[in-house]
């Protein structure tokens, strides 16, 4: 179950709760409020040989105040060090969650789902029977976390920014899509069998897509192969020194092409790394030939969590105070709330942007951490069309090589100025061969996502469409 916010208040004055005044300080942070997800606003047209969608839909993570990106990396030079120390409690009052604090399997559903049972062992350690504590974000961390709780017999109350639960495991429900899009994760690969086994388990829909094929101008080609960039990772991970995964490239010898260009894209658009910054130590594993893609609702992962948990949704913290007695929280809109333990589990990029204030200030090591460790993008734009204008069965798609025209837009570099990154949309999904609906999926990740988030909806739909153009059907001969 779920209440609103004027219910949590209504239930803290018969106690539940502690209030203390309300008070709202000059100095405070800006806070964004909890609005409804943006829904694009283009009128889709034909763009070259590409015709006009029936539907348009994309993500900008980038942008989400409550995510400021769409997952934690490790950049060249960090180690699993800087998330034990995200994860290291205050006092064991403040207590952190959440996929960056996972060593095993950051950016993951996975690893946010066993950072919230770990934080609730914490808990539950240290806190005395009938103790309030608070989870602050209810994606797939906090209500794990909450589950947890609640369990071993805590008052819990969870306090989540969005009007919905689920952070980033969000479905965007709209008649007009008949296999709904997905902005947050929705591709499973070979290491998340656990949570593909529990999305089957709730009935969430997956289609296997498959056989990834490269494309150029001149159409179908072999898919492009990452040996090249496996083996200089191999290597680069026995050196003294963590390199970037371009620099491991570089030290390895392997020369720039348009097939380990796709490669390098399709990494960074399956994982969110920038390969100019990630390291090559952690480098994620490369993508490999076929996932399963969730086609239906994923909200059951965390509903059937939270079961008849009370869920204060579009609250947003903005301050944690905290001493050895306790934890107050002040919400944006000036209140205050008093618990006995709080665990955070709002994502690397709200605590890099400032979203919540410490008071005492974190430890170093915590803002060491913070500072050092990076949020990935990733963005994808979703395009549903009446008939299918491509031809190829196969699933996932590569584009190798430049497209024509060239996509725009791409601003000019200043002298001096590093190029900005290259926007084409080389990963596509197509889910017509594994669900009969002509949706084509591009996904872009690393810089070029940070780049494509910053872009409105016209300029990324042209963008979308003439990355496409390789997959129009050449005009018959005469
Ligand atoms: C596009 C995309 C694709 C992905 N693909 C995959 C994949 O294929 N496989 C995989 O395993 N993982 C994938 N992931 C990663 C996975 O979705 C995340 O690792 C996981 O969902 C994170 O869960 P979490 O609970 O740590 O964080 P979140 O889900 O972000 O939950 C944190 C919650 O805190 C809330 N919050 C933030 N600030 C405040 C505040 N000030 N006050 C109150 N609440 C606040 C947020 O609204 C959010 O609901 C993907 C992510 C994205 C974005």
């Given at each position: 179950m779920r209440i609103s916010r004027r219910t949590l208040f209504i239930g803290a004055g018969a106690g539940a709760l502690t209030m203390l005044l309300a008070s709202c300080t000059p100095d405070s942070p800006p806070v964004p409020d909890p609005t409804k997800t943006r829904q694009p606003t283009v009128t889709p047209t034909p763009v070259g040989e590409v015709p006009a969608p029936k539907s348009f839909f994309r993500t900008s993570w980038a942008e989400?105040?409550?995510?400021?990106?769409a997952l934690s990396i490790t950049p060249a030079g960090s180690t699993s060090t800087e998330r034990q120390a995200l994860a290291a409690a205050l006092m064991d009052r403040v207590f952190f969650a959440g996929e960056?604090?996972?060593?095993?399997?950051?950016?993951?559903i996975a690893g946010a789902v066993r950072s919230g049972e770990r934080v609730a062992g914490e808990i539950a350690d240290v806190a005395e029977d009938g103790e309030r504590i608070a989870i602050v974000g209810a994606g797939a961390a906090g209500a794990s976390a909450a589950a947890r709780l609640i369990d071993a017999g805590f008052d819990v109350t969870v306090i989540e920014a969005r009007d919905y639960a689920g952070g980033r495991l969000a479905?965007?429900?709209?008649?007009?899509?008949?296999?709904p899009p997905q902005r947050g994760a929705w591709l499973l690969g070979a290491d998340d069998t656990e949570v593909a086994s529990r999305m089957a388990l709730l009935g969430v829909g997956s289609v296997a897509v498959t056989d990834p094929v490269g494309f150029t101008t001149d159409g179908e080609t072999e898919n492009p192969s990452g040996d090249a960039l496996k083996t200089a990772i191999a290597e680069a991970r026995d050196g003294l020194a963590d390199r970037t995964i371009l620099e491991a490239l570089e030290d390895a010898g392997v020369e720039q092409s348009p097939e380990l260009a796709a490669v390098l894209s399709s990494l960074s658009a399956m994982t969110g790394v920038d390969p100019a910054t990630a390291s090559s130590w952690f480098a994620p594993a490369l993508p490999g030939g076929s996932f399963d893609a969730?086609?239906?609702?994923?909200?059951?992962?965390v509903d059937s969590v939270l079961g008849d948990l009370e869920v204060t949704l579009s609250t947003v913290v903005s301050h944690v105070s905290y001493d050895d007695s306790g934890v107050s929280l002040r919400l944006a809109s000036g209140e205050s709330l008093t618990f006995d333990r709080v665990a955070l589990t709002v994502p690397l990029g709200v605590l890099q942007a400032g979203g919540i204030e410490f008071e005492p200030p974190l430890p170093f090591a915590h803002r060491g951490a913070i500072s050092t460790l990076e949020m990935g993008h990733l963005e994808s734009v979703w395009l549903r069309y009446e008939t299918p204008f491509w031809s190829t069965d196969a699933g996932i798609w590569h584009i190798v090589g430049p497209v024509?025209?060239?996509?725009?837009p791409t601003p000019t570099p200043s002298p001096g100025e590093e190029p900005a990154p290259d926007t084409t949309i080389r990963t596509w999904i197509n889910l017509l061969p594994a669900t009969g609906e002509p949706i084509l999926v591009g996904l872009v990740g690393g810089a070029a996502a940070r780049v494509i988030a910053e872009l409105g909806d016209d300029d990324v739909f042209t963008l979308a469409a003439t990355s496409l153009a390789p997959f129009t059907e050449p005009a018959p001969s005469e």
């Open positions: 989400d105040p409550f995510a400021r990106g960056a604090t996972s060593v095993e399997r950051p950016g993951t479905t965007q429900r709209d008649d007009d899509w008949p296999v969730l086609v239906s609702d994923v909200a059951p992962f024509a025209p060239t996509p725009t």
